[in-house]
Nanobody, 123 residues
Framework: QVQLVESGGGLVQPGGSLRLSCAAS????????IGWFRQAPGKEREGDSC????????YYADSVLGRFTISRDNAKNTVYLQMNSLKPEDTAVYYC????????????????WGQGTQVTVSS
C-alpha cells in the first residue's frame, strides 16, 4: 500500500518560513507527479504546487508564486515544499499526494494522500 508521510509543519510568525517534507514508503516517488495541497477549515482542498516526474517542471498557484518552492530529491525519495514569506491566510493542513496525470495540479487527479501536517501562521 502506498504511504506518504508529511512533516515539517508548525507554528510560525507572519513573514517566517517552513519547509515541508513528503516522504514515501513502499514505492518510488520519482515515478509520480507530486502535488502539495492545502485545506483550511470550511474550505475545499486546493493545489498550491506540483512537480512533474518527467522533466521536473513545476506549477504554482498564483497565491504562492514567488513565495513557495517545490523540489524533489529522488535519492531520498522525498519531495519538499519550501514556504517563505508566510501569511496568516496560509494557515491550513497541508497534504502531499501522487498522480500519474501530467499537466494538472487539480486534486481530482491525485489518488494517494498523506495524513497532512498543520501549518499555522500567527503572531
Amino acid at each position: 500500500q502506498v504511504q506518504l508521510v508529511e512533516s515539517g509543519g508548525g507554528l510560525v510568525q507572519p513573514g517566517g518560513s517552513l519547509r515541508l517534507s513528503c516522504a514515501a514508503s513502499r514505492f518510488t516517488l520519482g515515478y509520480y507527479v507530486i502535488g502539495w495541497f492545502r485545506q483550511a477549515p470550511g474550505k475545499e482542498r486546493e493545489g498550491d504546487s506540483c512537480i512533474s516526474n518527467s522533466d521536473g517542471s513545476t506549477y504554482y498557484a498564483d497565491s504562492v508564486l514567488g513565495r513557495f518552492t517545490i523540489s524533489r530529491d529522488n535519492a531520498k525519495n522525498t519531495v519538499y515544499l519550501q514556504m517563505n514569506s508566510l501569511k496568516p491566510e496560509d494557515t491550513a493542513v497541508y497534504y502531499c499526494a501522487t498522480s500519474t496525470t501530467l499537466g494538472s495540479c487539480q486534486a481530482v487527479y491525485f489518488g494517494s494522500w498523506g495524513q497532512g501536517t498543520q501549518v499555522t501562521v500567527s503572531s
